[in-house]
């Protein structure tokens, strides 16, 4: 039978490659063992899951990863929101636990990050900026934004009613993809500092199709289960494309180049304005 012969085709091309001593064969195994090694090691930098520290990681190139961590957090948040709905608790008070445990999970690193591009950015004079972004202190610009961004999220959580279930996965990821281009795409402003790692290990050609696969998946299920919604998916996706590309261009001619702020920045920017759009749009729709 033809399914037949091509599963005893694919096993045996599977165990010829298993025993080969050919280099090319060798890396073609052992590169999902990095991708795996990759994507721990972003869910450990990028959030404060509990993971092991002795499986093994690697955090070089672990930027490509960053959308999907986003679509994680997303979906753990989704749960969430449907458990402590499930215990009816009220929406006011569901909306802002989740909020509390989205910062939680980031660890508020993408929020810091927010706070000082705006400290920076409140700066008349372009040459101080970088210098008071790099002060760990939180200057009254960066307090007003930490207020702004989470207290969007919290009034946007509770206008959602279209698929909420999907929408926080896409905001979280649409985010993070815009953090990806800006490194892949825009220099780099500081020669050392967390954003540093990952612009030198970049692979400006192909990190960012990682994320946009994924997030494109994650669309095409949502279309699947809710085909009623199709309209609002597209308006959605498209939205949140555009949005993470312009946060990042404004922050680059703003700054001329970006660091570990403003990456962080696009992330928290492209979460709150694709919410914004997400229940404005239910309102056409």
């Not at 957090?73 to 509390?100: F, H, K």
């Not at 999907?166 to 892949?184: D, K, T």
């Not at 220099?187 to 540093?196: D, I, N, S, T, V």
């Not at 994320?211 to 998916?233: C, H, N, R, S, Y």
């Amino acid at each position: 039978m033809p399914f037949l012969a091509a599963v005893k085709a694919v096993l045996g091309f599977l165990i010829k490659m298993s025993f080969s001593d050919d280099p090319a064969h060798t890396q073609t195994l052992s590169r999902p063992l990095q991708w795996g090694k990759q994507l721990m090691g972003a869910v450990t930098f990028y959030t404060q899951m509990p993971i092991p520290h002795h499986w093994p990681m690697s955090f070089e190139g672990i930027a490509r990863f960053a959308p999907l961590v986003g679509i994680g957090i997303g979906l753990l948040l989704a749960a969430a929101d449907w458990g402590l709905a499930t215990v009816a608790m009220p929406l006011a008070t569901r909306c802002a636990l989740l909020v509390a445990l989205w910062l939680w999970l980031t660890g508020g690193l993408h929020l810091d990050g927010a706070m000082d591009t705006a400290d920076g950015l409140a700066v008349p004079d372009p040459a101080r900026r970088l210098d008071v972004m790099a002060d760990s202190r939180a200057g009254a610009f960066g307090a007003m934004i930490a207020v702004v961004v989470l207290g969007l999220k919290t009034l946007c959580l509770m206008d959602l009613e279209t698929l909420r279930w999907v929408g926080l996965p896409l905001a979280a990821g649409w985010g993070r993809w815009g953090q990806v281009v800006a490194i892949a795409r825009y220099p780099y402003l500081r020669a050392e500092g967390k954003g540093a790692l990952h612009k030198a290990h970049a692979h400006p050609v192909t990190d960012w199709l990682w994320g946009f696969m994924a997030l494109m998946g994650l669309v095409g299920i949502a279309w699947a289960l809710a085909p009623t919604a199709g309209i609002w998916l597209l308006a959605v996706t498209v939205s949140g494309g555009l949005i993470a590309l312009a946060v990042g261009a404004w922050l680059q001619w703003q700054l001329g180049g970006h660091t570990g702020d403003t990456y962080g920045a696009i992330v928290e920017w492209t979460e709150v304005l694709l919410l914004c759009g997400m229940v404005t749009l239910q309102q056409w729709m």
